[in-house]
């Protein structure tokens, strides 16, 4: 396993110079949204060979994997240009994770937060959006890997477990599996079970975690807060990637760089 972090939660700056604040920050591993993250490119459209280079040796220099290629893209949306934007984007980025080392490009399947009927609504077309997707993974022999979030169209175990059945191919096909981005009031006091069910279920599908916690304030609303400080509890999640002993990559999400050491130090007690 190793221990990295979203790249853009420390700002965006020239490649070289956040690779280099990533290892001394002790970071191992980083999720990189190229326009985000790397100053001078604001589209993940025409990036030149250059651009590439210069990210993949400031990266491979300073020793920090490319567990992700960030891609935040709205795959469900019922409105045909954006999904084909979306998908052209991931399409890209995949070329892109190629050159650079990258290990997956990754992208939740929509952007707003979304009601139930929405969800079920914009499902189908995320189906459609990613079996497109990993055909062109397929096709670089590169990965896509899907984060499935509460409030949109890929909530639950059983959209997951339905989305993996219909594509069908698991070797091109992974999952990032983000705890916070889960758990919901009603599983709160419940989460040995609800962990466990999720991970049964879809455990050997997962390359990425993200790590990150929160509070809730007064309309339940989720509010950021260190590692250990919040209402997530990872002991079965711990225990679990104990027992898998894969090369899964444990991503901080949301850092606050002003507690950086703390939370490294909860990263590597899981």
């Not at 280079?53 to 795959?75: P, W």
């Not at 080392?101 to 009601?115: C, D, I």
């Not at 919040?230 to 990637?241: A, E, H, K």
Request: aromatic share 8%.
């Amino acid at each position: 396993m190793k221990i990295g972090v979203r790249a853009h939660d420390y700002g965006k700056r020239p490649a070289r110079q956040l690779a280099q604040v990533l290892r001394e920050e002790g970071y191992e591993a980083a999720q990189l949204a190229i326009p985000k993250a790397i100053a001078g490119i604001d589209s993940y459209r025409g990036i030149t060979p250059r651009q590439l280079e210069e990210i993949r040796s400031a990266f491979a220099d300073n020793h920090i994997d490319i567990a992700v290629l960030g891609c935040y893209m709205d795959l469900g949306n019922p409105d045909a240009a954006v999904r084909k934007e979306a998908v052209e984007n991931v399409k890209t980025s995949l070329r892109y994770a190629k050159e650079l080392g990258a290990r997956a490009v990754g992208s939740e399947t929509a952007y707003p937060h979304l009601a139930a009927e929405q969800k079920k609504q914009w499902y189908p077309y995320a189906v459609d959006s990613i079996q497109r997707i990993v055909e062109e993974a397929r096709r670089l022999g590169a990965v896509f890997a899907v984060e499935p979030v509460d409030c949109h169209p890929l909530d639950s175990v059983e959209a997951v477990l339905d989305l993996i059945h219909r594509v069908d191919d698991s070797r091109h096909l992974r999952l990032i599996f983000d705890a916070a981005n889960l758990l919901t009031p009603p599983d709160i006091d419940n989460q040995d079970a609800f962990w466990t069910s999720w991970l049964q279920a879809v455990g050997p599908y997962i390359d990425v975690l993200h790590i990150k916690d929160f509070t809730l304030d007064e309309a339940d609303r989720k509010c950021p807060a260190r590692l250990g400080h919040g209402l997530v509890r990872y002991d079965t999640i711990r225990c679990w990637l104990h027992d898998e002993k894969r090369d899964i990559a444990l991503l901080r999400d949301e850092m606050n760089p002003q507690f950086a050491k703390e939370d490294i130090a909860f990263l590597r007690g899981m």
